[in-house]
Structures are given as structure tokens and as C-alpha cells.
């Protein structure tokens, strides 16, 4: 796609981006989260509670296996609150785990003076993650990347987070911005899905998870090779 193309026609007028909103882990950061201990330890508190492992894996997602649970404690017959106590012990696991990376985290080459262009040209910077609050703020700062960003929406934020839109509409209403006016950058499916919902242009960047043929059968535009291609798109 041709530079500056990536804006949306409105009557006679262009709608261009104001706004760039970033998933974290695995697009501006190498992650270092270990999730096979945080899905191994939420497996065994929910043990503890009366669902027998068998029922989860840790090939399964996190927030598939805080899902399964949720329907599972439902069919028990807990209350709502009951699983809103049992939730928090498993977000403060998930937080102690993210917590533990943040010193060993590193950023993703290029994304520093990518982000720089951007906002040199006036583009506000967000970031919208599956991780905490706390995670986010802490991995950017080591990474140098916190003086560069605008906005944070962490999983603690939000009801529900990525692939649920929610995040994201929170995130383009928290800057100012119409949906038409921001675009949603990851490197996995459930960030496209969280885009598509929230009415916001996604351009992904290539990864194990997110393939030129995953992109096809999902209906989108772009797939960027490197984040360093992002600013030639967009500017």
C-alpha cells in the first residue's frame, strides 16, 4: 500500500489517523511472561476450588481456561460473587507472574525509533494489552518506550478484555478520537477480532500466530513484514 493511502474517505472530506493503539507483548515488546507457569498455577487454584484439573491445559489460553471456569462454577451453582472472589485470586496470580518478567523484558527492534516518527508527525500512541496495568507501565519504562506513550488500557481497566472490543473503544474515546481516526496494531488473532469490533483499521505485523493467510481469511488489509514499515503507511 502507497504512502498515505491507509485514510478513510468521508464525503469530500479524508478522515486520517490521529491515533496508533499497540498491542504490547509480541509486538512492541519480546515478552518474557511465563505463561505456562500462570495457566499451571490458575489450574491449581481452581483444583483447590472443586474443578478438577482434567478439565483445563495449559496448551489452552489463559483467558479460555478463566472462561471454561466461569461456566463451569455457574453450573456448580456459585453465585456471582462467589466468582467474582475466585477471579481476583486468579488475576492476582496472573499479575504476580507478568510482574515477574518485567526485568528481563526487551524491546523489539526498531520499535523505538518507529514509535519516534510517529509521534514527530503528530500521531498520539496507545497501548492496549491482555496484561496488567501495573505489567504494562513497568515493562515500558525498562524498555524506554513509557515517555512515548500517550495511553495504557490494561486487562484491569476493562470488564473484559482483548478480543472483546471493549479495551479498544475505551482506548480511542480516552484520546479524543473517533474510531475511523485511530488503527489497531498486534501480531495475533484476538487483537484483529478486538479491531474488528470496535470499528477501528487494524494492520498487523507478521508472527507465528498471525500469518499473510490467517490475515486473508480475516478480512484485512495489511500485514507489515516489520513495525519499521508502519510509519510509511501511516504518515
Known amino acids: 500500500m502507497a504512502k498515505g493511502s491507509f485514510t478513510k474517505h468521508v464525503g469530500s472530506r479524508q478522515t486520517r489517523v490521529k491515533a496508533v493503539i499497540f498491542d504490547l507483548?509480541?509486538?512492541?515488546?519480546?515478552?518474557?511472561?511465563?505463561f505456562t507457569k500462570l495457566k499451571r498455577e490458575t489450574i491449581s487454584l481452581l483444583a483447590d476450588?472443586?474443578?478438577?484439573?482434567?478439565?483445563?491445559?495449559?496448551?489452552?489460553?489463559?483467558?479460555?481456561?478463566?472462561f471454561l471456569a466461569s461456566e463451569l462454577f455457574r453450573k456448580k451453582g456459585l453465585t456471582e460473587k462467589e466468582?467474582?472472589?475466585?477471579?481476583?485470586?486468579?488475576?492476582?496470580?496472573?499479575?504476580?507472574?507478568?510482574?515477574?518478567?518485567?526485568?528481563?523484558?526487551?524491546?523489539?527492534?526498531?520499535?523505538?525509533?518507529?514509535?519516534?516518527?510517529l509521534r514527530k508527525h503528530g500521531l498520539k500512541i496507545g497501548i492496549v494489552t491482555r496484561g496488567c496495568r501495573a505489567y504494562a507501565i513497568?515493562?515500558?519504562?525498562?524498555?524506554s518506550l513509557l515517555s512515548m506513550v500517550d495511553l495504557?488500557?490494561?486487562r484491569d481497566d476493562v470488564p473484559e478484555?482483548?478480543?472483546?472490543?471493549?479495551?479498544l473503544m475505551k482506548a480511542v474515546e480516552a484520546l479524543g478520537l473517533k474510531a475511523e481516526e485511530a488503527v489497531m496494531v498486534g501480531d495475533n488473532v484476538d487483537d484483529v477480532q478486538c479491531a474488528q469490533?470496535?470499528?477501528v483499521r487494524f494492520?498487523?505485523?507478521?508472527?507465528?500466530?498471525?500469518?499473510?493467510?490467517?490475515?486473508?481469511?480475516?478480512?484485512?488489509?495489511?500485514?507489515?513484514?516489520?513495525?519499521?514499515?508502519?510509519?510509511?503507511?501511516?504518515?
Request: proline letters at 4%; charged letters at 30%; one cysteine or more.
Open 25 to 34: 507483548d509480541g509486538t512492541l515488546i519480546h515478552s518474557a511472561v511465563d
Open 49 to 66: 476450588k472443586g474443578l478438577p484439573a482434567k478439565n483445563f491445559s495449559t496448551d489452552m489460553r489463559s483467558y479460555d481456561i478463566m
Open 83 to 117: 466468582l467474582a472472589v475466585t477471579r481476583k485470586k486468579i488475576e492476582a496470580i496472573w499479575n504476580r507472574v507478568e510482574l515477574e518478567s518485567v526485568g528481563i523484558a526487551a524491546p523489539i527492534e526498531g520499535v523505538k525509533e518507529t514509535l519516534l516518527r
Open 138 to 143: 513497568k515493562t515500558l519504562k525498562t524498555t
Open 152 to 154: 495504557i488500557v490494561g
Open 161 to 167: 478484555s482483548k478480543p472483546c472490543p471493549e479495551p
Open 197 to 199: 469490533g470496535a470499528k
Open 203 to 235: 494492520v498487523g505485523v507478521k508472527s507465528e500466530a498471525l500469518t499473510a493467510e490467517t490475515i486473508r481469511n480475516l478480512k484485512c488489509e495489511v500485514l507489515l513484514e516489520d513495525l519499521g514499515d508502519l510509519d510509511a503507511l501511516l504518515i
